[in-house]
């Protein structure tokens, strides 16, 4: 599995934006797909999951209610809908997806074993 994330860029604290990630090759042996991200000198962090086909999402208390995680009808791409951002929100993008993994273990990035590249998020204050 290949994964292609882009939407990355600079917006106003408050502002939107949306991020994407296009997931190509053995598509049909995903069952959750995710974004994490990694500020400069900090961890990678779970920011959302969402469990392919049959859709219950999750996310981090830090951007429940701001941020909302899909998918599109094809099941290929993901999508990161970002609202109200913040300067902490500011950090690299990172999209995964896994083939099988449990409830518990769903925001832990070792989970993952395909991972797309970063895009860089900045929200200016």
């Known amino acids: 599995v290949q994964l292609q994330a882009c939407g990355g860029g600079l917006v106003q604290a408050g502002g939107s934006l949306g991020l994407s990630c296009a997931a190509s090759?053995?598509?049909?042996?995903?069952?959750?797909m995710a974004w994490f991200r990694q500020a400069p000198g900090k961890e990678r962090e779970f920011v959302a999951a969402?469990?392919?086909?049959?859709?219950?999402?999750y996310y981090a208390d830090s951007v429940k209610g701001r941020f909302t995680i899909s998918m599109d009808n094809t099941k290929t791409t993901a999508f990161l809908q970002m609202n109200s951002l913040k300067p902490g929100d500011t950090a690299a993008y990172y999209c995964?997806?896994?083939?099988?993994?449990?409830?518990?273990?769903?925001?832990?990035?070792?989970?993952?074993?395909?991972w797309g590249q970063g895009t860089l998020v900045t929200v200016s204050s």
């Open positions: 995964a997806a896994a083939n099988s993994i449990i409830t518990s273990q769903i925001r832990s990035s070792e989970s993952y074993p395909y």
């Open positions: 969402i469990r392919i086909g049959t859709g219950p999402t």
């Open positions: 090759g053995r598509t049909n042996s995903r069952s959750s």
